[in-house]
Structures are given as C-alpha cells and as structure tokens.
C-alpha cells in the first residue's frame, strides 16, 4: 500500500488514471494483440483497415495517431507475410522493400517513420556493403548495435517496439528461434516485442518450429483452443491454419 511507481506499468498507468497523455496513448500494449485482428482484415482494403483499428484502439486509450499507423503498419506487413510465404525464392530483402515502400506510400506518424527508417537503412547500408561486411565483427555486434539506436531507453513506445521486432525479425531471417533470443537481448519492453516477433514468424513460418517447446509452456493447449476456436468464425481465409500458426505463435511467445 506504500508502493509509488516511479517507472513501467505502476507509472503509466498512474498517468492514466490522470487523463492519458500522449506518450501513454502510444504505448505497445494493444498493439501485442492484433495479430488475429490482422488475419479478420486479411482481404479487407486499406480504409476498412484502418477504420476498424481506430475503432478497436479507442476504448483502450490507445487512440493516438502513431498508435493507429502502427497498428495498421503491422496488419499490412502481417498481410505481405502470409503472402510472401507462398513465393520461390524469398529473401530478408524483400521484406525491407516492402516496408520501405510502405512509408512512401502511406502518411504515417513522424516518430514511427524515423523508428523504421532506421531499420531499412542500417539493414540496407549493411548488406549492400562488401567492405563492413567482410571485417571480422559477429554480426550480432553490429545488430546490437543499430537495436540500441531504436531502442532508446526502457520505454513502451509502440513505434519503438513495432520497429524493433522488425528488425529481429529480418537480421535473423530463416532462423525463427533465433529471432526471438535475439529480440529478447535488445532490451526495452521485452514482453511485448517477444509478442510482435512471435506474430510475425508465425505468419512466415509456421508454428511447427515450437514442437519441443509446446508442451512444457503453461497454458499452451489452452492458447490453441482459443485458436481453433476462432476458425469457424473466417470462413473467408483458405488457408485457415494461418490463424493458428499468428495467433498461436505471438501468445506462446508472450
């Protein structure tokens, strides 16, 4: 009872209970929950997308502009994943273009676009460059290195979070275990970036690569459950497996 919160969740949501400024209305926290949100918007256009986001954001008090762009930043990448998987031939690169020509495309929140344009740039410096590429640092030192340029402090910023799990996510392309240890290692709010990784390489990969970790996890069998459930309720997606392997993935992870 004579606790005062000086950081983290005790301060945020002491600020909350303040009128929500605007620091906390961009926080993370909804934006760990989005993945079977993503999957119901699958074939909906940019606009519906962007309608029902703002509309699921509002009640939580996390309504702010760089929250909603975050939030729809996420479901169109999410989208190009489950797409991409289908292609021969994919590379990491492909998923940098494309984010890259999202923000070109999109008018999005100043401080979510300087979060990810450091992700595009650093990667693409990286490895167009033959001469940083060929001395002999691990990579994981320099890919430490541009996550502590993201991730500024302890801090649960959605852009901040968002732009860190990309960066996992295609620095460790190909090796999903690997794209959640390393995640964890950048620091920030951990929780919820190990949640949008999980998301993330869910929709790339699958949920299979988890098999020797499912079963000793609380509350696993019960997370499927909830997953299966929801399958009934899509008749729109073929490939309904999707919904398992997101939604799925980004809990277990959580």
Known sequence: KNYTATRGYGEITGIWDNEAHESCRSSDSALM???PIAIFLLHSCDTEIYSVLSEVLAPINHCSQESIDAAFIFCKI??????????????????????SDLIKKYKINSNLMGKLNVV??????????????????????IENAIASNINTSFDTNVSQTLSLAIHALVWNYGNPIKTISRCISYGGHISATASLVGALCGALYGHTWLSSYIETLENSQYIFKLANNLKPKMPHISDIDILTNMFSTANIIH
């Not at 999410?78 to 984010?99: A, G, R, S």
């Not at 595009?120 to 030192?141: K, M, P, Q, V």
Request: charged content about 15%; overall charge negative; glycine content about 2%.
């Open 120 to 141: 595009i740039s650093s990667f693409s410096y990286y490895h167009n460059n033959a001469e940083l590429r060929g001395i002999h640092l691990e990579s994981h030192t």
């Open 78 to 99: 999410i989208h190009f994943l489950i797409k991409y998987t289908e292609l021969e031939n994919h590379m990491h690169k492909d998923i940098i273009i494309y984010i």
């Open 33 to 35: 929950f989005m993945s």
